[in-house]
């Protein structure tokens, strides 16, 4: 969710205050104050006002079984992330292992959920940033192919989800141990078709991407993802880091830590000891460009993006290249499809706990649940990439609007934006409701 | 009015959200052809696809503006913008507002569009409608099959997932 409405004002003389009242085109209600003063900037805040951590409270009491359809409606743009966690955290606490079948369908459903994603944010969120335009409509009539290529592929992950899970957004078809009903490989007929051309269209659209301007800007992150003995990271890995991390998910809580700070209801998560990190697509490729295949690590390199990238601008790209990545692996997917059968593994619940990290299309999700004999919740903990990246995304802003203060607030302020919308925050998840205000004195 | 398609929009699990979603189901309840009504989460591709080949659209969505909650606000889409106040206060992202205007801007907006706006209280997370907000959707669905707003085909609309 998100609104649009933006409220430029400004007071006392000497003072300027630029304020826009909520930050659009991020997936929920977001903002963030930023204050200049004396000529330095004083003071950068995402700020959220969502009751925190609601989910955590709400699944408390819950049947194991309802979590992941519970945790999907957090956000309505990366549910199978939040089903993806919920399940492979309960199969963690029961010792349950799925089969190879039952595992390559997720990865088929979750690429559905990257190819959603990444389409609406590269094409009709971030993309108009680059180019000037105020939004996604006012691109869209200069860029109309691009615009309707989007749609298409968007269309594609649809498609798959729906084949998948039963339904194109809030998919119902996941269970904990696997799926309630497996597709019939026929099933994917007609979206593996969509897909051939959802492919070629990502291909142009990682060209499209590949000649936006980006803005001179590089920062030392750590780089935060999971890795995989073969595969590019989705669903599982060890937890790595470009400080020479390498964890199993399970020490998670170990190495980071949320922190409670006063502008924000969310919790702010760091790496102890070393502090902000940056998780999502560009700390994915950092880490993990040789799981990608040759010929996109060629195509990637032919559009200017090295592994080690440094300028979170160019994120945008490197979700371009993850789209054409997941169209290519959902259609691998489907050819070397094999029905699982039984659809799901049978679980039996115990006393346990168990986590879970996949990569939602922004970067890391963690889950953890307490679990009684029953099956029943004790309790829940969920960190979205989200939180996760807060911390990061103020301190690029510090770093950027710290180069800039001559910069007028007319040009400023959309720099910002688009700024923060490199990490393509799902501000749903983390929060709801948030405004945009740049103070200067 | 006779609309081809009747689109509700939101989140059921968020409370007042869900509002235009139930108008939908309301008149689904009371007999009105399945195939003229549809529920969506207000993502703007999954609209310009449900609308396709449909020429009289209403969309159905809750609306933030600062209105006592319960109002409800129509506005005629097909030669006009969205008017700011929906635009800003549809509680869904690139959301309705997006859909109407990125059709136009691609020449695929249906003949004619129109939509109305029932001003919530809060999207709380859970299901259920506040008093106020539950009165304007059941005034609104008696409204609508009053009219039968949505009752003889003219033409077939394309089904979900062609």
């Given at each position: 969710m998100s609104v649009a409405k933006t409220k430029k004002s400004s007071s006392k003389p000497g003072t300027r205050t630029i304020r826009t009242e909520v930050l659009s085109r991020v997936e929920g209600e977001g903002g963030l104050y930023v204050k200049i003063a004396n000529g330095e900037v004083a003071d950068v805040q995402l700020k959220i006002f969502e009751p925190p951590r609601f989910f955590e409270a709400f699944l408390r009491g819950r049947s194991y079984e309802e979590a992941p359809d519970i945790t999907a409606r957090i956000c309505g743009i990366c549910p199978v992330a939040y089903q993806m966690c919920a399940v492979q955290s309960m199969e963690a606490a029961f010792g349950a292992t799925v089969t190879p079948e039952i595992r390559a369908l997720r990865r088929l459903l979750y690429c559905g959920e990257w190819i959603e994603s990444h389409t609406l944010h590269i094409v009709f969120l971030h993309a108009p940033d680059f180019l000037g335009y105020p939004d996604g409509i006012a691109m869209a009539r200069d860029h109309r192919e691009l615009v309707l290529q989007a749609l298409h592929i968007k269309k594609s992950g649809n498609e798959l989800m729906t084949v998948v899970g039963g339904r194109e957004i809030h998919p119902i078809n996941v269970r904990v141990g696997g799926f309630y009903r497996a597709p019939a490989a026929s099933e994917f007929t007609e979206v593996r078709a969509k897909l051939e051309t959802a492919r070629e269209y990502a291909a142009k659209a990682v060209r499209f991407a590949a000649g936006l301007p980006f803005p001179d800007f590089e920062r030392d992150y750590e780089f935060v993802a999971l890795r995989h003995p073969e595969e590019y990271p989705i669903t599982e890995g060890r937890l790595v880091s470009s400080g020479g991390l390498d964890i199993d998910v399970a020490d998670y809580e170990r190495h980071f830590v949320e922190e409670h700070v006063r502008h924000s209801n969310a919790l702010h998560s760091i790496l102890r000891g070393r502090g902000p990190y940056h998780v999502g697509p560009l700390a994915r490729f950092n880490l993990n460009y040789d799981r990608l295949p040759g010929a996109l690590q060629e195509m990637a390199a032919s559009a200017g993006l090295q592994p080690g990238?440094?300028?979170?601008?160019?994120s945008i790209l490197v979700r371009a290249i993850e789209l054409l990545f997941a169209c290519e692996e959902a259609i691998r997917l489907i050819d070397e499809y094999r029905r699982p059968d039984p659809p799901a593994v049978p679980v039996e619940p115990r006393e346990a706990s168990g986590c879970a990290i996949t990569e939602a299309p922004r970067g890391i999700l963690y889950h953890r649940y307490q679990l009684d004999e029953s099956g029943a919740i004790l309790e829940a903990k969920i960190v979205p990439p989200t939180s996760q990246n807060q911390k990061t995304i103020e301190a690029d802003l510090r770093e950027l609007v710290g180069r800039n203060l001559e910069m007028q607030a007319v040009e400023l302020t959309p720099l910002c934006e688009q700024a923060v919308r490199n990490y393509d925050p799902c501000i749903s998840c983390a929060t709801h409701f948030l405004k945009f205000e740049l103070e200067r004195n | 009015l006779n609309y081809e398609l009747l689109i509700g929009i939101g989140n059921s699990d968020r409370g007042d959200d869900g509002a235009g979603r139930e108008v939908v189901r309301r008149l689904r309840n009371r007999g009105f052809s399945p195939e003229r009504l549809r529920e969506l989460d207000g993502e703007a591709a999954s609209i310009l696809e449900a609308w396709k080949g449909a020429n009289k659209v209403l969309l159905i969505d809750a609306m933030q503006s600062g209105r006592p909650p319960g109002t409800i606000l129509r506005f005629d889409a097909t030669s006009n913008p969205v008017p700011t106040i929906l635009r800003c206060c549809s509680t869904h992202g690139f959301g309705v507002a997006a859909a109407v205007e990125l059709a136009r801007a691609l020449d695929l907006l249906p003949d004619r569009v129109e939509i109305i706006g029932i001003e919530i209280e809060s999207p709380e997370v859970g299901p259920g409608l506040t008093p106020a907000v539950e009165s304007a959707v059941e005034a609104l669905v008696t409204e609508l099959a009053g009219k039968n707003a949505c009752a003889q085909p003219t033409r077939p609309v394309v089904p979900p997932g062609s």
């Open positions: 990238c440094r300028n979170p601008f160019k | -």
